[in-house]
T-cell receptor, first 115, second 110 residues
Framework: DAGVIQSPRHEVTEMGQEVTLRCKPISGHDYLFWYRQTMMRGLELLIYFNNNVPIDDSGMPEDRFSAKMPNASFSTLKIQPSEPRDSAVYFC?????????????FGPGTRLTVL | GENVEQHPSTLSVQEGDSAVIKCTYSDSASNYFPWYKQELGKGPQLIIDIRSNVGEKKDQRIAVTLNKTAKHFSLHITETQPEDSAVYFCAAGGTYKYIFGTGTRLKVLA
């Protein structure tokens, strides 16, 4: 099993630019989560999907952030326009709740730097 | 709102000693309590978990205890080794999403 795959691993961009982060969950998993990690705020849940449908996006900080899951094997998190305060590590995680376990498996993360 | 408090924020122990990290949660509906280890530059990795119908669980040098009445749960690492050095996160889960603690940076001194 390849685990959760995220790309890119590192992204450096300038303020105002659009940023797209990508995630491929573990095959067969039915839940997908996007987190943001910073020193100040720790691990924050941004949004999560069940069977490709967004369930709870209350953690999305502002309208500049959007997330999609067009199919069971792919999700994107987009920031437009990006700002320096968006600099953080963004993690994607997936779980298979239908198997009566809700353990979340994390990807390696994308380190975003907005200049 | 729901939150998880984690202590201590940093912990240094001598190799071979034990380490204990404690968490307190606020949401009574929480029924799943995983612990994650995060090494530098990597994503959090599950090391052990416990469900609300169990008071204690052990896996080799790692154990977790849960006191649902007090809403406390703890991670115990015995015979610590240098490779145990990392940041450890607790989480309280229910309804498919977690609330994470703020993390404990564990340093095992050789």
């Amino acid at each position: 099993d390849a685990g959760v795959i995220q790309s890119p691993r590192h992204e450096v961009t300038e303020m105002g630019q659009e940023v797209t982060l990508r995630c491929k969950p573990i095959s067969g998993h039915d839940y997908l989560f996007w987190y943001r990690q910073t020193m100040m705020r720790g691990l924050e849940l941004l949004i999560y999907f069940n069977n490709n449908v967004p369930i709870d996006d209350s953690g999305m900080p502002e309208d500049r952030f959007s997330a999609k899951m067009p199919n069971a094997s792919f999700s994107t998190l987009k920031i437009q326009p990006s700002e320096p305060r968006d600099s953080a590590v963004y993690f994607c995680a997936s779980s298979f709740v239908a198997r009566s376990t809700d353990t979340q498996y994390f990807g390696p993360g994308t380190r975003l730097t907005v200049l | 709102g729901e939150n998880v408090e984690q202590h201590p924020s940093t912990l240094s122990v001598q190799e071979g000693d034990s380490a204990v990290i404690k968490c307190t949660y606020s949401d009574s509906a929480s029924n799943y309590f995983p612990w994650y280890k995060q090494e530098l530059g990597k994503g959090p990795q599950l090391i052990i978990d416990i469900r609300s119908n169990v008071g204690e669980k052990k896996d080799q040098r790692i154990a977790v205890t849960l006191n649902k009445t007090a809403k406390h749960f703890s991670l115990h690492i015995t015979e610590t080794q240098p490779e145990d050095s990392a940041v450890y996160f607790c989480a309280a889960g229910g309804t498919y999403k977690y609330i994470f603690g703020t993390g404990t940076r564990l340093k095992v001194l050789a």
